[in-house]
């Protein structure tokens, strides 16, 4: 009984080695890196299609933004799932 507790002890430990807000920050640059990389890149599609109105640069900065939000939600949706085991546990 005792190893099982000093295990989930340890166990939350090194769960907690860092503080909440590394997470968090570490996933903004994500976010950026995300949203950063599918604007230059309609920016560059647009850029050699040579058309007046940016469809290719709207598309794919809204594309970016899209998928960095749905990338967000299960991040977070995945940290409630941990949270809830540890506190099963």
Do not use: H, R
């Given at each position: 009984?005792?190893?099982?507790?000093?295990?989930?002890q340890k166990?939350?430990?090194?769960?907690?080695?860092?503080p909440?807000?590394?997470?968090?920050?570490?996933?903004?640059?994500?976010?950026?890196?995300?949203?950063?990389?599918?604007?230059?890149?309609?920016?560059?599609?647009?850029?050699?299609?040579?058309?007046?109105?940016?469809?290719?640069?709207?598309?794919?900065?809204?594309?970016?933004?899209?998928?960095?939000?749905?990338?967000l939600?299960?991040?977070?949706?995945?940290?409630?799932?941990?949270?809830?085991?540890?506190?099963?546990?």
């Open positions: 009984m005792e190893k099982e507790n000093l295990k989930n166990k939350n430990l090194s769960q907690d080695k860092f909440v807000y590394v997470k968090y920050i570490g996933l903004s640059f994500q976010l950026f890196a995300i949203i950063g990389l599918g604007t230059w890149l309609g920016w560059i599609i647009q850029q050699k299609s040579q058309m007046k109105f940016p469809v290719w640069l709207l598309l794919f900065c809204f594309l970016s933004i899209t998928l960095a939000f749905y990338q939600f299960q991040s977070l949706k995945n940290d409630e799932k941990i949270e809830e085991k540890n506190k099963n546990s």
